[in-house]
T-cell receptor, first 113, second 114 residues
Framework: GAVVSQHPSWVICKSGTSVKIECRSLDFQATTMFWYRQFPKQSLMLMATSNEGSKATYEQGVEKDKFLINHASLTLSTLTVTSAHPEDSSFYIC?????????FGDGTRLSIL | AQSVTQLGSHVSVSEGALVLLRCNYSSSVPPYLFWYVQYPNQGLQLLLKYTSAATLVKGINGFEAEFKKSETSFHLTKPSAHMSDAAEYFCAVSEGNQGGKLIFGQGTELSVKP
């Protein structure tokens, strides 16, 4: 079945650093990828939608300059959390769509000290 | 605007008992509906989906859900719970098509007692 790989699965870093998370579709071309954020014991909150070769569409309240999204190819999208602070600590999940229901990555646990 | 409400943030059943997780939706257009399962520190796995074909949808791991337009519901059931079913379950509705932006419910944590 369709597989989406997300890397890294866990990252701990100091406040002020930038962190890049990769989302790859391994066996299909993903015209659209979605980035979600999930707080403990809560649902997924859509952050942005990225389409290959164009600018991402951010949901209301999500800072574009804080969460940089690049969808440079049909198999790769990246989310960069710039100048991360402790309040950015969360579980980030990507999903990819290639004409079928979305397929989700395994998520990235981001902890900012 | 579309929305999803899951009744009960936590459901506990005994092993072998019926599992019933409730989901109600709101949509101004014919919806695409999904149930996903999430295990700790993992992403979401699709259990089943409704895409305007049969109203009774069968999914993986013995789960099924019935789309009831009159009740705007899409409840998830499993006849006999297994310990491995303990997880977080999310109901979701898609805007426009089955690959579109997903609106998730709040989630229901299922516990299975021995």
């Amino acid at each position: 079945g369709a597989v989406v790989s997300q890397h890294p699965s866990w990252v701990i870093c100091k406040s002020g650093t930038s962190v890049k998370i990769e989302c790859r579709s391994l066996d299909f071309q993903a015209t659209t990828m979605f980035w979600y954020r999930q707080f403990p014991k809560q649902s997924l909150m859509l952050m942005a939608t990225s389409n290959e070769g164009s600018k991402a569409t951010y949901e209301q309240g999500v800072e574009k300059d804080k969460f940089l999204i690049n969808h440079a190819s049909l198999t790769l999208s990246t989310l960069t959390v710039t100048s991360a602070h402790p309040e950015d600590s969360s579980f980030y999940i990507c999903s990819a769509r290639g004409g079928q229901p979305q397929h989700f990555g395994d998520g990235t646990r981001l902890s900012i000290l | 605007a579309q929305s999803v409400t899951q009744l009960g943030s936590h459901v506990s059943v005994s092993e072998g008992a019926l599992v019933l997780l409730r989901c109600n939706y709101s949509s101004s257009v014919p919806p695409y509906l999904f149930w996903y399962v999430q295990y700790p520190n993992q992403g979401l796995q699709l259990l089943l989906k409704y895409t305007s074909a049969a109203t009774l949808v069968k999914g993986i791991n013995g789960f099924e859900a019935e789309f009831k337009k009159s009740e705007t519901s899409f409840h998830l059931t499993k006849p006999s719970a297994h310990m491995s079913d303990a997880a977080e379950y999310f109901c979701a509705v898609s805007e426009g098509n089955q690959g579109g932006k997903l609106i998730f419910g709040q989630g229901t944590e299922l516990s299975v007692k021995p």
